[in-house]
């Protein structure tokens, strides 16, 4: 959430974050319900200060008196006045809070313009897609795929997008996994087993509601949502909270199953592991002092790309645009490994840094020790990493002519040998 100091001030500021963003919000209409509840607010507050005064008024009568009873009558005219403008306080409150969540984060000044992918711009690249296996193929297309791999029957059980894993496809999504909590375990991050469903406060409070319904699992009995990613229940592990301003920054990193319905979703983008509605990954995150959020959103991301490098997987890093950012980053780089088979890139990693806008909606606030006053904190966070889509640029980068998969030294001591067979 934006704060309201900013709106009241420099609305223009908005306007063009808006702007950027490329965002359909009615602003002015924002800009109304903030001016009607602050002005109706200005009325309770006068008319409970009237209330306050009159009371001290009374206790200085006689009870009794002609001048008590009038009093008395005043008192009960102003109070039935003050009970009616605070039912339309409340109202309008309500109001006011759903329209403030409606407004995007205030892009980064380093965020370039742009309105689609095409926009953004390549930040960094590592690695050569030429020197990958001459043999790849789209990994839905090598031989024996769907023995490890069984979308038919996935689809049978749920539905599409919620393939089985089995046998080594099982074991390799396993090892993977524990590879990269490992990695980013000894990279500083405290490892957290979270819920993998959350309320709607917990959804609010990092921006998927109102913003992403569409897009998120729901239970009708309990209105609980199953997360998209473990940054929704991380991020609230600190909700409503202050916390000690010498533990930051605070790092965490946790595996969860996400779910996501990618309504409308369809064509090449979606063939095999490329999107799916249940899929496993490893989110980082980080609350950090706000002197220091950009410093270390390029550390997060630093991290996310070790990763890569040890996997040996060509990659290249995108500084998203502001059509194509997100509605609750400040600031958002995209990492792309290369699939060989399908001689395209992939998103594997996206690493964000909020600043304090999601902080305050969840109101995660650390202490200034010089100050004595509770400050927002900022929140970042990414993949660290996403398993599909590196599992199917694995499978194709590492294609070798008798139909094995190469497996990365650095995964073979999880996976437990050096190549992966569809047998």
């Known amino acids: 959430m934006l704060d309201p100091k900013l709106l009241r001030d420099n609305p223009d500021v908005v306007r063009a974050a808006i702007a950027k963003k490329h965002m359909d919000v009615d602003l002015d209409a924002v800009l109304a319900v903030d001016t009607a509840w602050r002005a109706l607010l200005g009325e309770v507050e006068q008319l409970r200060a009237k209330q306050k005064a009159a009371n001290n008024e ?23 006045e003050v009970k009616a403008k605070e039912e339309g306080l409340k109202g309008l409150e309500e109001k006011w809070h759903h329209a403030m969540l409606t407004l995007p984060n205030i892009p980064h000044a380093s965020v370039p313009e742009g309105r689609t992918p095409e926009d953004n711009r390549v930040h960094a690249t590592h690695g050569d897609p030429a020197a990958t296996s001459a043999h790849a193929m789209p990994h839905w297309e090598i031989a024996g795929f769907d023995r490890i791999i069984d979308f038919t029957r996935g689809a049978k059980v749920t539905g599409a997008g919620f393939p089985f894993y089995v046998g080594d ?9 524990q590879f990269f909590l490992n990695e980013n375990s000894a990279a500083g991050y405290t490892e957290v087993n979270p819920p993998i469903f959350v309320n709607a406060t917990s959804a609010t409070a990092v921006g998927q509601l109102p913003d992403k319904e569409g897009q998120m699992y729901q239970t009708v009995e309990d209105n ?4 998209p990613t473990a940054e929704t229940p991380l991020t609230n592990f600190f909700r409503d909270e202050i916390v000690d301003e010498e533990a930051l920054p605070i790092f965490r990193c946790a595996y969860t199953p996400c779910f996501r319905r990618e309504a409308g979703s369809y064509g090449k983008d979606v063939r095999g592991l490329n999107r799916l509605h249940q899929f496993d990954k490893v989110e980082l995150l980080k609350w950090v ?23 040996d997987l060509p990659y290249r890093v995108l500084l998203m645009c502001g059509g194509d950012m997100g509605f609750a980053q400040a600031k958002k780089y995209d990492l792309e490994v290369w699939a060989a088979g399908q001689k395209r890139w992939l998103e594997v990693s996206s690493c964000s840094n909020f600043e304090a806008f999601q902080a305050r909606r969840a109101q995660i606030r650390f202490r200034n020790k010089e100050t004595g006053k509770p400050e927002l904190v900022h929140t970042l966070n990414g993949s660290g990493l996403a398993v599909p889509r590196v599992l199917a640029a694995l499978l194709e980068n590492n294609l070798q002519a008798d139909g094995r998969v190469k497996i990365p030294a650095a995964l073979v001591p999880y996976f437990g040998k050096d190549f992966l067979t569809f047998k």
């Not at 496809?169 to 996994?177: C, P, Q």
């Not at 609980?224 to 997360?227: D, G, L, M, P, V």
């Not at 706000?290 to 070790?306: F, G, K, T, W």
Request: charged residues 30%; aromatic residues 6%; without cysteine.
């Open 224 to 227: 609980f949502y199953a997360i």
């Open 58 to 80: 009374m206790a200085a009568l006689k009870k009794g008196s002609p001048e008590f009873i009038a009093k008395v009558q005043e008192m009960k005219a102003v109070s039935a």
């Open 169 to 177: 496809g099982a074991r390799l999504v396993r090892a993977l996994i």
């Open 289 to 311: 002092h706000p002197s220091r959020s950009y410093e270390e959103l390029d550390n997060l991301r630093h991290d996310a790309e070790r990763l890569l490098q040890k996997l």
